[in-house]
């Protein structure tokens, strides 16, 4: 698919590609959808075959904000900036280089961590502009992170309630032990959940073995050993229609987002009895603490991210009663959503 094709199938409102002169550092910041309020989206910076392959990447997962701020219900909208890696990358040019692109916008962009890009690397950004939330700075949003790990949780515990089976004792697969992913399984540690663990970094699985208790599996090995739920919290792309129709698990919940390869898998997995919860409703925390803090200078609170959890609560029992998928059930909802939300007077 071309470039153009990419933004029109996305429906996508624009897409700003940067280059540093000096540097060469390039950086493609989409801004999907502000119908509901300013687009908000973390940095990645990931490595890509070419520019065209950074815009899809771009452009989708800025789409999956839109639907992740809209299932919220935040006044936002979604973006997502991914900075071409590569070795020897200027990282300080590289970032501030995204910084001015980001105050180029004026607001209606807002941007933060996410793969490959945290604390020290948004200090660049925001000597550039003051759209970007910086966790760990005085008066910052708070552990943007740790709310994302919140909601996961909540939304876990929801799907554990319908399997039906109590999160203790309950067998979990964390796949990925990443800022997310190590603070996921310590809450499911706490709450005294079988743990298994599997890193592409070996020495991350061995930590979180020793911390958690937890059993490594090998990473190869994430979507053949039978479990209750899986946790994806590694990249996105995990599950195919293949591997759908073989998963031993019987829940999938976790933070990678746009996790399913192809468009079939999540009906596979919905005509096999496994709960779904839709990556772009559990991993909503980060976002609901970074917007919150954004647009309103709240924090949100425990509360507001187990919101997340009686999301996924109510779109499980919907998916049962309607006999949809939930990721194809999430979203219509959010799809309507952004509709009504445009529809409503004073925007
Ligand atoms: P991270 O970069 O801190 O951690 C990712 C971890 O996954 C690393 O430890 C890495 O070694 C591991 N990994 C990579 N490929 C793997 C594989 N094939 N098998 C096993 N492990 C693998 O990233 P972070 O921030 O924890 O994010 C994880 C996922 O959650 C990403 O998809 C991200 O987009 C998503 N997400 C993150 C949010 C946040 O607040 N950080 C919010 C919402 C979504
Ligand atoms: N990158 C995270 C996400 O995908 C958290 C984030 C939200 C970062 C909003 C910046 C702004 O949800």
Wanted: glycine share 12%.
């Amino acid at each position: 698919m071309g470039s153009v094709d990419v933004l029109a199938a996305a429906d996508c409102e624009q897409v700003l590609v940067v280059r540093d002169r000096a540097t060469g550092a390039t950086a493609v910041l989409a801004v999907h959808d502000t119908r509901l309020g300013p687009a908000h989206g973390g940095i990645r910076r990931a490595r890509y075959p070419d520019l065209g392959a950074a815009v899809a990447d771009a452009v989708a997962l800025a789409q999956a904000m839109t639907w992740k701020a809209a299932l919220a219900e935040l006044p936002a909208g979604g973006g997502k900036t991914v900075l071409l890696d590569h070795d020897g990358l200027d990282r300080a040019a590289a970032y501030r280089l995204v910084g001015r692109a980001v105050d180029q916008l004026g607001g209606r962009y807002f941007t933060g961590p996410d793969v490959g890009t945290g604390d020290a690397e948004l200090r660049f950004v925001a000597e550039a502009t003051r759209f970007v939330a910086v966790p760990g700075r005085d008066g910052g949003p708070g552990d943007l992170a740790a709310a994302t790990a919140s909601g996961v949780f909540a939304a876990l515990t929801a799907l554990a309630e319908r399997l039906p089976a109590p999160v203790r004792g309950l067998r979990v697969v964390v796949q990925g032990l990443g800022a997310v992913g190590w603070r996921l399984a310590g809450l499911l540690h706490a709450a005294g959940a079988e743990l298994l663990v599997a890193d592409v970094q070996p020495e991350r699985a061995a930590a979180a073995a020793a911390a958690f208790g937890a059993h490594v599996v090998p990473p190869e090995r994430v979507l053949a050993t039978p479990c209750a739920v899986l946790a994806p919290c590694a990249l996105g792309g995990l599950l195919t229609a293949a591997t759908a129709a073989a998963l031993p698990a019987r829940g999938i919940c976790g933070a990678a987002n746009n996790v399913f390869a192809d468009a079939d898998a999540a009906d596979v997995l919905h005509r096999r009895g496994v709960l779904v919860v839709p990556d772009f409703v559990a991993n909503a925390g980060g976002l609901v603490r970074g917007a919150l803090w954004h647009l309103a200078g709240e924090r949100a609170d425990d509360d507001r991210l187990r919101r997340i959890g009686r999301t996924a609560g109510e779109l499980l029992d919907r998916s049962r009663t309607e006999d949809l998928p939930p990721p194809a059930l999430a979203l219509r909802l959010a799809r309507e959503r952004v509709a009504r939300g445009a529809l409503s007077p004073g925007r």
